[in-house]
């Protein structure tokens, strides 16, 4: 995608209340762009680092790509066969982000609607995964947000009507998961990602879970 196809692009997303939100990266693009992007975000509650990009295979870096569906834009779309997730625009054009998705047993497809977002979130492990991982007990009456949280920097709350499906979108403390499929069910973003679709996102944005 050249600069100007771009451009033109990445315009419409004004619509979906994008100011002030992290530079992009073009398809093809060179992704030392993206410096700013995964940078250090010091304002923060809780103090992002810089990502650990090196960890993280390149084709999992956000950035435009051209995306043909037939949901409407601002829908969100988690692909968890291919490990993206995609914020859909006019144009055929979406922002891509990669993403880590359940392991085997723990997979969840389905539509769904943003109801809740939360900023550094506090964490509650359901009583399934205590009985499973019995080291967890400790925080079964929650775990403070912060950067040792394992749902990140940011989650969208996940409901089918007034139901809350459990499932998160959210990022994490660990970003040699994305890509893989190794979580509980939720689908986790790098901080920066996480972030960035936060921003992006707004009350009753609808998500399609593949």
Same mark, same amino acid.
């Given at each position: 995608?050249?600069?100007?196809?771009?451009?033109? =692009?990445?315009?419409?997303?004004?619509?979906?209340?994008?100011?002030?939100?992290?530079?992009?990266?073009? @398809?093809?693009?060179?992704?030392?762009?993206?410096?700013?992007?995964?940078?250090?975000?010091?304002?923060?509650?809780?103090?992002?680092?810089?990502?650990?990009?090196?960890?993280?295979?390149?084709?999992?870096?956000?950035?435009?790509?051209?995306?043909?569906?037939?949901?409407?834009? =601002?829908?969100?779309?988690?692909?968890?066969?291919?490990?993206?997730?995609?914020?859909?625009? @006019?144009?055929?054009?979406?922002?891509?982000? =990669?993403?880590?998705?359940?392991?085997?047993?723990? @997979?969840?497809?389905?539509?769904?609607?943003?109801?809740?977002?939360?900023?550094?979130?506090?964490?509650?492990?359901?009583?399934?995964?205590?009985?499973? @991982?019995?080291?967890?007990?400790?925080?079964?009456?929650?775990?403070?947000?912060?950067?040792?949280?394992?749902?990140?920097?940011?989650?969208?709350?996940?409901?089918?009507?007034?139901?809350?499906?459990?499932?998160?979108?959210?990022?994490?403390?660990?970003?040699?998961?994305?890509?893989?499929?190794?979580?509980?069910?939720?689908?986790?973003?790098?901080?920066?990602?996480?972030?960035?679709?936060?921003?992006?996102?707004?009350?009753?944005?609808?998500?399609?879970?593949?």
């Amino acid at each position: 995608m050249d600069r100007r196809h771009f451009l033109q =692009g990445v315009a419409g997303f004004a619509a979906i209340g994008v100011a002030g939100c992290n530079p992009l990266l073009p @398809e093809g693009a060179d992704p030392s762009l993206l410096t700013s992007a995964y940078a250090p975000s010091p304002n923060e509650k809780h103090r992002i680092r810089k990502a650990s990009l090196n960890v993280v295979p390149r084709q999992f870096h956000r950035r435009v790509v051209r995306y043909s569906t037939n949901e409407k834009p =601002g829908t969100i779309v988690v692909d968890t066969n291919e490990r993206y997730l995609y914020l859909v625009d @006019e144009n055929n054009v979406a922002i891509r982000y =990669g993403i880590g998705v359940g392991r085997e047993g723990f @997979e969840w497809a389905g539509r769904a609607t943003v109801r809740r977002k939360a900023k550094w979130p506090r964490w509650t492990p359901p009583p399934e995964m205590i009985a499973r @991982e019995p080291r967890l007990k400790p925080y079964r009456g929650g775990m403070p947000g912060g950067i040792g949280n394992p749902l990140g920097a940011r989650a969208l709350y996940l409901f089918q009507g007034n139901r809350d499906t459990l499932y998160r979108l959210h990022g994490t403390n660990d970003p040699k998961s994305i890509g893989k499929a190794m979580s509980s069910g939720c689908v986790r973003l790098l901080n920066h990602d996480v972030a960035d679709l936060y921003e992006r996102t707004k009350i009753g944005t609808r998500v399609v879970v593949t």
